[in-house]
Protein backbone atom coordinates (compact mmCIF):
# COMPACT_ATOMS: atom_id res chain seq x y z
CA UNK A 1 0.00 0.00 0.00
CA UNK A 2 3.22 2.62 0.91
CA UNK A 3 4.63 1.66 -2.44
CA UNK A 4 1.55 2.08 -3.90
CA UNK A 5 0.89 5.50 -2.56
CA UNK A 6 4.63 6.67 -3.18
CA UNK A 7 3.72 5.99 -7.19
CA UNK A 8 1.29 7.59 -7.18
CA UNK A 9 2.52 10.60 -5.99
CA UNK A 10 5.53 10.36 -8.02
CA UNK A 11 3.39 9.95 -11.00
CA UNK A 12 1.57 13.29 -9.78
CA UNK A 13 4.53 15.08 -9.23
CA UNK A 14 6.04 14.35 -12.94
CA UNK A 15 2.58 15.08 -14.18
CA UNK A 16 2.54 17.92 -12.03
CA UNK A 17 6.45 19.10 -13.74
CA UNK A 18 5.94 18.42 -16.91
CA UNK A 19 2.38 19.52 -17.57
CA UNK A 20 3.36 21.92 -20.45
CA UNK A 21 4.76 19.01 -22.81
CA UNK A 22 2.49 16.88 -21.76
CA UNK A 23 -0.55 18.95 -22.57
CA UNK A 24 1.24 19.73 -26.09
CA UNK A 25 1.18 15.92 -27.23
CA UNK A 26 -2.36 15.42 -25.89
CA UNK A 27 -3.72 18.15 -27.86
CA UNK A 28 -2.01 16.53 -31.13
CA UNK A 29 -4.85 13.50 -30.26
CA UNK A 30 -7.13 15.31 -28.79
CA UNK A 31 -7.60 19.14 -29.02
CA UNK A 32 -10.49 20.97 -28.66
CA UNK A 33 -11.42 18.84 -25.46
CA UNK A 34 -8.07 19.17 -23.88
CA UNK A 35 -8.30 22.81 -24.80
CA UNK A 36 -11.52 23.79 -22.88
CA UNK A 37 -10.17 21.45 -20.15
CA UNK A 38 -6.74 23.40 -19.76
CA UNK A 39 -9.28 26.97 -19.71
CA UNK A 40 -10.79 25.19 -16.58
CA UNK A 41 -7.74 24.38 -15.17
CA UNK A 42 -5.90 27.76 -15.95
CA UNK A 43 -9.28 29.39 -14.12
CA UNK A 44 -8.04 26.95 -11.12
CA UNK A 45 -4.17 27.74 -10.90
CA UNK A 46 -3.31 25.00 -12.17
CA UNK A 47 -1.95 26.19 -15.33
CA UNK A 48 -0.13 29.44 -16.42
CA UNK A 49 -1.66 31.47 -19.01
CA UNK A 50 1.74 32.20 -21.77
CA UNK A 51 3.14 28.96 -21.19
CA UNK A 52 -0.60 27.17 -21.43
CA UNK A 53 -1.35 28.88 -24.71
CA UNK A 54 2.49 28.27 -26.30
CA UNK A 55 2.19 24.61 -25.70
CA UNK A 56 -1.30 23.85 -27.05
CA UNK A 57 -0.63 26.08 -29.84
CA UNK A 58 2.56 24.17 -31.09
CA UNK A 59 1.17 20.50 -29.79
CA UNK A 60 -1.92 21.65 -32.28
CA UNK A 61 0.72 22.53 -35.13
CA UNK A 62 2.84 19.44 -35.06
CA UNK A 63 -0.24 17.69 -35.49
CA UNK A 64 -1.06 19.65 -38.52
CA UNK A 65 2.01 19.03 -40.01
CA UNK A 66 2.38 15.63 -39.43
CA UNK A 67 -1.36 15.59 -42.07
CA UNK A 68 0.40 17.81 -44.25
CA UNK A 69 2.72 15.07 -45.05
CA UNK A 70 0.73 12.20 -44.99
CA UNK A 71 -1.31 13.92 -47.62
CA UNK A 72 1.91 15.40 -49.85
CA UNK A 73 3.82 12.07 -49.53
CA UNK A 74 1.36 9.45 -48.92
CA UNK A 75 -2.54 9.82 -49.16
CA UNK A 76 -2.12 10.62 -53.20
CA UNK A 77 -1.16 7.27 -54.47
CA UNK A 78 -3.22 5.11 -51.89
CA UNK A 79 -6.24 7.14 -52.88
CA UNK A 80 -5.90 7.00 -56.58
CA UNK A 81 -5.62 2.96 -56.20
CA UNK A 82 -8.08 2.42 -53.45
CA UNK A 83 -10.53 5.45 -53.25
CA UNK A 84 -13.17 3.96 -54.88
CA UNK A 85 -13.71 1.33 -51.47
CA UNK A 86 -14.67 4.62 -49.87
CA UNK A 87 -16.67 6.31 -52.75
CA UNK A 88 -13.91 8.13 -53.85
CA UNK A 89 -13.62 7.89 -57.77
CA UNK A 90 -10.63 9.34 -59.49
CA UNK A 91 -12.71 12.08 -60.95
CA UNK A 92 -14.19 13.08 -57.76
CA UNK A 93 -11.06 12.85 -56.59
CA UNK A 94 -9.47 15.50 -59.37
CA UNK A 95 -12.39 17.50 -58.52
CA UNK A 96 -11.65 17.70 -54.78
CA UNK A 97 -8.02 18.87 -55.44
CA UNK A 98 -8.91 21.41 -58.27
CA UNK A 99 -11.47 22.74 -55.56
CA UNK A 100 -9.04 22.57 -52.68
CA UNK A 101 -6.15 23.97 -54.80
CA UNK A 102 -8.74 27.35 -55.56
CA UNK A 103 -10.04 27.97 -52.31
CA UNK A 104 -7.17 26.41 -49.99
CA UNK A 105 -7.06 29.95 -47.96
CA UNK A 106 -10.76 30.04 -47.27
CA UNK A 107 -11.01 26.54 -46.74
CA UNK A 108 -8.28 26.29 -44.18
CA UNK A 109 -9.08 28.92 -42.25
CA UNK A 110 -12.92 28.08 -41.89
CA UNK A 111 -11.77 24.42 -40.98
CA UNK A 112 -9.87 25.28 -38.39
CA UNK A 113 -12.01 27.93 -36.72
CA UNK A 114 -15.50 25.70 -37.30
CA UNK A 115 -12.92 22.20 -36.34
CA UNK A 116 -13.04 21.21 -39.73
CA UNK A 117 -16.96 20.12 -39.17
CA UNK A 118 -16.04 16.59 -38.33
CA UNK A 119 -13.20 16.64 -41.43
CA UNK A 120 -10.70 18.42 -39.90
CA UNK A 121 -7.94 15.60 -41.03
CA UNK A 122 -9.80 15.35 -44.57
CA UNK A 123 -8.83 18.98 -44.84
CA UNK A 124 -5.48 18.96 -44.08
CA UNK A 125 -4.49 15.92 -45.86
CA UNK A 126 -5.87 17.54 -49.25
CA UNK A 127 -3.57 20.48 -48.42
CA UNK A 128 -0.50 18.20 -48.75
CA UNK A 129 -1.96 16.21 -51.57
CA UNK A 130 -2.59 19.64 -53.20
CA UNK A 131 0.82 20.84 -52.76
CA UNK A 132 -0.32 23.83 -51.20
CA UNK A 133 2.74 25.51 -49.97
CA UNK A 134 4.20 25.11 -46.74
CA UNK A 135 4.78 28.24 -45.38
CA UNK A 136 1.55 29.82 -46.79
CA UNK A 137 -0.67 26.45 -44.97
CA UNK A 138 1.47 26.67 -41.84
CA UNK A 139 0.44 30.24 -41.69
CA UNK A 140 -3.14 29.82 -42.29
CA UNK A 141 -3.33 27.28 -39.65
CA UNK A 142 -1.39 29.35 -37.46
CA UNK A 143 -3.77 32.25 -37.64
CA UNK A 144 -6.51 30.15 -37.21
CA UNK A 145 -5.67 28.25 -34.42
CA UNK A 146 -4.72 31.52 -32.65
CA UNK A 147 -8.18 32.54 -32.83
CA UNK A 148 -9.64 28.80 -31.83
CA UNK A 149 -7.19 28.51 -28.98
CA UNK A 150 -8.42 31.71 -27.36
CA UNK A 151 -11.97 31.22 -27.73
CA UNK A 152 -11.51 27.39 -26.32
CA UNK A 153 -9.21 28.43 -23.48
CA UNK A 154 -12.10 31.18 -22.63
CA UNK A 155 -15.11 28.77 -22.58
CA UNK A 156 -12.75 26.81 -20.22
CA UNK A 157 -12.15 29.34 -18.31
CA UNK A 158 -16.05 29.81 -18.07
CA UNK A 159 -16.68 26.96 -16.91
CA UNK A 160 -13.60 27.34 -14.69
CA UNK A 161 -15.74 30.65 -12.43
CA UNK A 162 -18.69 28.19 -12.04
CA UNK A 163 -16.65 24.80 -11.35
CA UNK A 164 -15.18 27.63 -8.12
CA UNK A 165 -18.61 28.77 -7.48
CA UNK A 166 -20.20 25.92 -6.82
CA UNK A 167 -19.91 23.81 -3.31
CA UNK A 168 -17.18 21.39 -2.09
CA UNK A 169 -19.59 18.66 -2.79
CA UNK A 170 -20.43 19.10 -6.24
CA UNK A 171 -17.44 19.65 -7.85
CA UNK A 172 -16.95 16.19 -8.43
CA UNK A 173 -20.30 15.43 -9.80
CA UNK A 174 -19.67 18.96 -12.30
CA UNK A 175 -16.54 17.56 -13.69
CA UNK A 176 -17.97 14.62 -14.58
CA UNK A 177 -21.20 16.19 -16.35
CA UNK A 178 -18.94 18.76 -17.86
CA UNK A 179 -16.69 16.31 -19.75
CA UNK A 180 -19.74 14.21 -20.77
CA UNK A 181 -21.53 17.21 -21.99
CA UNK A 182 -18.43 18.39 -24.14
CA UNK A 183 -17.85 15.00 -25.60
CA UNK A 184 -20.93 14.05 -26.28
CA UNK A 185 -21.59 17.27 -28.57
CA UNK A 186 -18.49 17.28 -30.34
CA UNK A 187 -19.13 13.68 -30.87
CA UNK A 188 -22.90 14.34 -32.24
CA UNK A 189 -21.98 17.30 -34.48
CA UNK A 190 -19.53 15.41 -36.22
CA UNK A 191 -22.17 12.55 -36.48
CA UNK A 192 -24.55 15.26 -37.90
CA UNK A 193 -21.82 17.28 -39.86
CA UNK A 194 -21.13 14.23 -41.66
CA UNK A 195 -24.46 12.61 -42.23
CA UNK A 196 -25.92 15.77 -43.89
CA UNK A 197 -22.07 15.91 -46.00
CA UNK A 198 -23.53 12.04 -47.13
CA UNK A 199 -27.22 13.35 -48.25
CA UNK A 200 -25.98 16.15 -50.36
CA UNK A 201 -23.93 13.22 -52.04
CA UNK A 202 -26.70 12.15 -53.22
Known amino acids: MIQTMSFLTGLLGFASYFRYP ?11 VLMVASGLLYRTGFFELT ?3 IAILIGDLVGDVFWYVVGRYFADP ?17 KIKGLFSKYHERILIFSKLTLGLGFAVGVLTVAGMTRVSFKR ?9 FFLVSILLSIGYFFGELYLGISDNLKDLFLIILAVVVISSIYFFSRYVAKKSKELEY
Open 78 to 94: ILKKQGKFIGITPERFE
Open 51 to 53: PLF
Open 22 to 32: LIGVGVIFEGP
Open 137 to 145: YMLINFVGE
